[in-house]
């Protein structure tokens, strides 16, 4: 028997702007040990199905139709019921681990809750099974841990944690919802061999939620695509993903980024060897190409950020060389913690290095005062990771992108100023009539459009990048960096693009600088440098990174886990 | 007196959620309903106080012993004082000095509390923590005191009541509006501003201003609750206006030794008009707050 | 960060608190007719004796100087000496403080203990019809002026309903004035009441956020029922805003003390001050100011300590 049946399983939210549909008519059923992908984008309600199979729906939603855990119907039934289904036949790991957990209990008090919600145990019996647990999820030093504070734990530490409430009391069934999104690559890729293990261990069933193509490639048996609300096709993980049969999946493995690899069992580096490349250099390799001007635009040397004072200071960055010429794109690799978005503000003149030295365009901006320094900015275009808050609410999209208008060419005429704004916003594909709207009426992928259009009204020969399309759907990442690719081809400006994504990166920077905590590990033209690392801590970024085919993928986990072992034997 | 709008940057700094749109704000606020009948409730009360008069027009400036302390009748609605003058009256005439003096107090704590706050806020380092601590010690003399040693001294104006008032309420708004000004600064697109060459000036007029106007509006508003509420204290400690002028509070402590002997028209009356224009100030605030999502009380 | 390290820098602040509140009440002691000489030497000072004071007390020299030597004096005890009552002032706040201390402390308990459950009540039943009544009656309690509410609570509870005495117990020690204690119900229960009005609606609002918060939804998750996600999540998590509004409540508790003890006639610092303003008595005046703000202070310094012993991200720093 399925351990999860849904049938017609549909949920709508009544909001302050009428009713929402969020799932319409879905049907799925996972079955014990196997593992079940729910993937799709954002609004195709995945996350709401999962709720809804836990009865953790918000009070604003209604459910209809069927869904059936181990034989008992959720949909409509009583709390009471359901409290006993909750952690433990059926149990839940969340997407942010930061807020996950009760700030002021300890972990291993709030593991011994779920243990003592379903059985009569007592306290002491509670608090050694939470230990065990801490132990089964890879917690060192798992009897110390469990008297911390989950803000002493780091983010995968904390999802450990979560897991470990979940799988307390063995459940049958376990919801993923998006478990490894919030987390750090290599993070992400021990959680899902954590999650695998423990599934393969115990037989249960797994209903995994993600957008992540790669770690549906990585983890799952079956996969059911959702797009607005409805299962659009649903089949076994190698059919789905190598040979999709609906359009939208189509599309959507399109539009994923894949990290190309290098084909297994290549060793030697094919291209020149930086000398003296090993773990925590800051070897300096700058390959030639046609393109670059004999200046960098922006020079950063041995540059070095501390916040805070003394004992307790946060060094952000140590002595960290980077140099992006014209017309080249830089990109800018790391986890959390790098340094990579501290060098990206240090660039642009937000964050002054503690030591070292920052020139734009050729000037040194320690010493640039007054009116030069707000010349050499007027170079620089800036597009940050946040839709939401990279434009003022309260200022309608013309406003927005003429502001470096304003602050630089004060003496347009209002007509110039026009056409500039529609030859803009030509330029990232939005519509002239979009010149006048709020930034609220506009989706994601249009306000990063129109972020970066701004950037662009001054003919910038920088465009600074933040991870600007991390918070985007993977459809609409797509065109935005397709604009941005045929922008700087068409105006030639260097662009300095941070990011965590590195099959992102791999397409569109020529150079690469890969960073950890605040030093610089390797960098090189792309190409050699990702698909032939030098050094241990890149090769095991790119090992950690899913991709979206299951067979490669098989492939690759079972080098990377021999890998892991060849170290620690 | 209960200076109830006091927030500290407590875990969870107050934010606005950037841009309630105006039509969905003010249906919020139509929703809800203590707050539309606070609403309502001020604008009737600021018409009885400034229009009453006309329809019912008493003499508050010349005494009339012959008429002193007579319970309510036909001919004098709610009695009349030791001196003779029509109760009712007198809460229309009183009510005109309360209701503008609390405004007022109210604009002038907000309006100085916003620049002390924004300031502070927006230049951080030592400049901020000279200045909280400033802050702090005027939080920590508690206003009543103040406004008693003030009142051992001299004896001031509806001007001078404005201004002292005003003075010891500005702390308040302050410490809203500096937290309000550490979250939006390091908003994206103000570091998109600075970034590319912006100056202090444009970031602070063109991006902070507009976005906190929502946080200042609803500290305003319970500013204002609060003046009105003080200027009710005011009489009682001894720095009110002068007579013949009246306000509630005057008529509150005026008539509290008639209290005991029965003469509740003389400070029932008062005690009423004051608990609901303050009530109503702070159910308005509070839906105003709501409609703006301004979090931090 | 370890508890000795936080508790050191929050003292210092404090004490820079303090300081600044010194130079106000220097301020207000220069901006007062007749200046420092008189409280010294008395009303009824001749215009020569005041010169001559002030030369020999260096009055006339720059102000600076002078702050620095009222610091000193502040700093061993010396307040001056009252005008009316021709004791130390530090003697005579001495002996009130504490009264003022008890009724104060007494009412903050009891508006706490009766506002932390109501305050988590109307959040969990949001909207409901008690809810509502609740919501109105605070908002009525913290509208309206004590001395009224006082005054109200002395005509139902003492002459219409002769229940509880109208003045409070008189007498100069704690003892005395604990033997009637029926004398104390309504001056504490009009401080308590505006308390309570304040603080449920603190409670109510950060109960119904933390119950937006994810972690909520992780112990609902794991089977928790709802009573049991309130008592061992919410309310400690709740629990934290609400008292560090508790320090910035003390000035307004202690002004609340004023007026109750003015009205009541209790024997505390209230009173002494009341009396000192209708006399022009500066140097208690002053006195009482300055003691009072450094009251409230530590006050806020404890409270401060109490939250980041509920709160252990506080002195990490990281709250």
Redesign the interface.
Known sequence: MSILTTTDLGVAFSTESGTVDAVRGVSLHVEPGETLALVGESGSGKSTVALAAMGLLSGNATARGSAVVDGHEVVGAPETALRRLRGSTVSMVFQEPATALDPLTRVGAQIAEVIRNHGDVSASGAAARAVDLLDRVGIPSPAARAKAFPFQLSGGQRQRVVIAMAIANSPKLLIADEPTTALDVTVQAEILELLRRLAADTGTGVLLVTHNMGVVADFADRVAVMLQGEIVETGGVEDVLLRPQHDYTKRLLAAVPRLAVAPAGVGAPAGPVPPGASVGSVASVVVPDGRHGAAPVVDLRDVSVAFGRGARAVHALQGIDIAVHAGETVGLVGESGSGKSTAARVALGLVKPTSGSVHLFGSDLRTARGRDRRALRSGIGVVLQDPVASLDARMSVAECIAEPLAVHRRGLSSADRRKRIDEVLDAVRLPRTLASRAPRELSGGQRQRVSLARALVLSPRLLVADEPTSALDVSVQETVLEVLRELQDDLGFACLFVSHDLAVVQQFAERVVVMRQGVIEEQGTTDTTLLHPTTDYTRRLLAAVPVPDPVLQRQRRAERLATLAAVDA | ????Q???E???TPVVV??T?WR?AV??FRHNT?AVIGLVVIVVIVLFCFVGPFLYPTDQTHTQLSQANLGPSAAHWLGTDAVGHDVLGRLMYGGKVSLMVGIAAGILATVVGTLWGSVAGYVGGWVDAVMM??V???????????L??I???TTPGVGGLIVILGFVSWLVPSRLIRAETLTLKN???V?????????HA?AIG??LL??SVSTIVVAATFQV?DAI?LV??VS???LGVQAPATDW?GM?SAG?TA??SGRWWL?VPP?LA??LV??AF??VGDGLRDAFDV?G? | MTTALYLLRRVLQALAVVLIVTIVVFCLLHALPGGPARGVLGVSATPAQITAFNQAQGLDQALPVQYLRFLGRLLTGDLGTSYTLNEPVAQLIAERLPKTLVLTGISAVLGLVIAIPVGMWQAARRNGAVDYAATALAFVFYSTPAFFLGLVLIIVFSQQLPWLPSQAPSGNTLAEVFQDPAGLVLPVVTGALAMIAVFSRYMRASTLENLQEDYVRTARAGGASTATILRRHVFRNSLTPVVAMLGYYLPVLFGGALVTEQLFNYPGMGLLFWNAAQTSDYPTLLGCVLVISIATVVGTLLADVAQSLIDPRVKAGRA
Do not use: E, Q, W
Not at chain 2, 1 to 4: E, F, H, P, R, T
Not at chain 2, 136 to 146: K, R, V, Y
Not at chain 2, 191 to 199: C, D, M, Q, Y
């Open positions: 007196m209960s200076a109830v006091i927030a500290p407590a875990p969870g950037a841009s749109g969905l249906r919020r203590l601590r400033v702090d010690a005027g939080i920590a003399i508690p206003a009543l005191f103040i008693l040693v009142s051992a001294i908003r994206d697109y570091l998109t501003l600075r970034a590319i060459g912006g100056s444009r063109k991006h507009p976005n609750a509420l009710a204290y009682y400690l001894g509070g509150l509290l209290a005991y400070i005690g004051v608990i303050v009530c702070n159910a979090r009380r």
